[in-house]
T-cell receptor
Framework: AQTVTQSQPEMSVQEAETVTLSCTYD???????LFWYKQPPSRQMILVIR??????QNATENRFSVNFQKAAKSFSLKISDSQLGDTAMYFC????????????FGEGTQLTVNP | GAVVSQHPSWVICKSGTSVKIECRSL??????MFWYRQFPKQSLMLMAT?????????EQGVEKDKFLINHASLTLSTLTVTSAHPEDSSFYIC??????????????FGEGSRLTVL
């Protein structure tokens, strides 16, 4: 079974600064997807970024980028130029292999961006 | 992007009654939908996989007679919480995969439904 671990329950950052959220996972699969989802106070799950395991290049989406270390099973999220609207719970998630389209989520990191 | 709609977004019911939550894919077809449960300040826990035209697959520890899932069409899955009790109070979220896009890995989430059982 796959597991996803987020070791930072809470983090805070000043507006316009950069913050990195950590995520590690455990799997025996070779083909899989990794995701970061954002859940603001509205509780709507929003996809932030997706990484396909067979791609060595780290995914980027505007201010959001990942550091994907497949051998180390690490998948951190970097948020640059943090904005107040980035305040949310962030979940790292795994999908793949025998789990099909089922997502396994980490415990989440509550990020607060301070003005 | 693809839209998944849940209804109702908020429901309050009396203990012992049943509550139905709908999950609809508005602009795509989904043979598979997923139901999650989320307690305050916690992560999403997968309850079951809803399969169009067949029985749902429940995760270990989830009572299938308690949480009835029906996926009668390619755009609608329903979760019925039967004989609800206060401990069933939670936030329920569905997600769906776009059948037309193959396995791109992307799932689309509904807005969630908050259930409060008095």
């Amino acid at each position: 079974a796959q597991t996803v671990t987020q070791s930072q329950p809470e983090m805070s950052v000043q507006e316009a600064e950069t913050v990195t959220l950590s995520c590690t996972y455990d799997t025996s699969e070779s083909n899989y997807y990794l995701f970061w989802y954002k859940q603001p106070p509205s509780r709507q799950m929003i996809l932030v970024i997706r990484q396909e395991a067979y791609k060595q290049q780290n995914a980027t989406e505007n201010r959001f980028s990942v550091n994907f270390q497949k051998a180390a099973k690490s998948f951190s999220l970097k948020i640059s130029d943090s904005q107040l609207g980035d305040t949310a719970m962030y979940f790292c998630a795994f999908m793949g292999g025998t789990s099909g389209s089922r997502l396994t989520f980490g415990e989440g990191t509550q990020l607060t961006v301070n003005p | 992007g693809a839209v998944v709609s849940q209804h109702p977004s908020w429901v309050i019911c009396k203990s012992g009654t049943s509550v139905k939550i709908e999950c609809r894919s508005l602009d795509f077809q989904a043979t598979t939908m997923f139901w999650y449960r989320q307690f305050p300040k916690q992560s999403l826990m997968l309850m079951a996989t809803s399969n169009e035209g067949s029985k749902a697959t429940y995760e270990q520890g989830v009572e299938k007679d308690k949480f009835l899932i029906n996926h009668a069409s390619l755009t609608l899955s329903t979760l019925t919480v039967t004989s609800a009790h206060p401990e069933d109070s939670s936030f329920y979220i569905c997600s769906a995969r776009d059948l037309g896009k193959g396995n791109t890995g992307e799932l689309f989430f509904g807005e969630g439904s908050r259930l409060t059982v008095l």
